[in-house]
């Protein structure tokens, strides 16, 4: 199993040997340092800490500068644990830890869209033709009541509301380029989250 933190830079597309047109996403991954090996015996379970995005001194509380001058790295910005995955404490990890044609899991954030009516967060149809004086209803989400009986709305009803901003995991994407001299992943189709956004990669 390999796994690195990386930033989504965008979408672009290339042709195949056979000239195919493949879009494909651009990833910035890596390199991850390795900060710290959790154990069995001292935190009751097994995973491996990666760290990504240098960042200043200045901008890091005492504890976490033990940590980092504990595992002799500069102090990085983002941290995450991956369980199932073998380093050695201090190490690096790179994207020469994948090959083309590997499968992927990525995770990240999606775009959040704010707060929406029914029509765009659950494709709702309004509730009705535009005539016989129903002039402002065509986005309407319509009755959401159980009448006399049950008397009170149902958890879960699809109403308006936050819509996006959640974490979503992709399987089985394909790697079709790497570029070690630049940290760089070209993936094939779309991976959630708007460009410049984190997310965690773990080869299947």
Do not use: W
Request: hydrophobic share 35%; charged share 20%.
């Amino acid at each position: 199993m390999g796994a690195l933190l990386g930033k989504k830079l965008g979408m672009t597309s290339i042709f195949s040997e056979n000239g195919e047109y493949v879009p494909c996403t651009v990833i910035e991954a890596g390199p991850c340092p390795v900060v710290m090996l959790r154990t069995q015996e001292t935190d009751g379970y097994e995973a491996v800490q990666l760290g990504y995005g240098l960042i200043e001194d200045r901008k890091v509380n005492n504890p976490m500068k033990g940590q980092f001058a504990k595992a002799g790295i500069k102090p990085t910005r983002y941290l995450k644990e991956f369980r199932n995955l073998k380093a050695d404490a201090g190490s690096t990890l790179t994207v020469e830890q994948f090959q083309v044609g590997d499968k992927l899991k990525i995770s990240g954030t999606g775009k959040g869209r704010g707060f929406q009516g029914v029509v765009k967060r659950h494709h709702f149809s309004g509730v009705g033709m535009a005539t016989h004086g129903q002039s402002d209803r065509e986005r309407a989400p319509g009755s959401i009541g159980g009448s006399s009986y049950p008397s009170r709305v149902f958890p879960g009803m699809r109403m308006a509301g936050r819509m996006g901003g959640k974490r979503i995991s992709v399987r089985n994407i394909e790697v079709l380029q790497i570029m070690p001299e630049q940290n760089l992943l070209l993936v094939k189709g779309s991976i959630p989250g708007a460009p410049n956004s984190i997310i965690e990669i773990v080869k299947l």
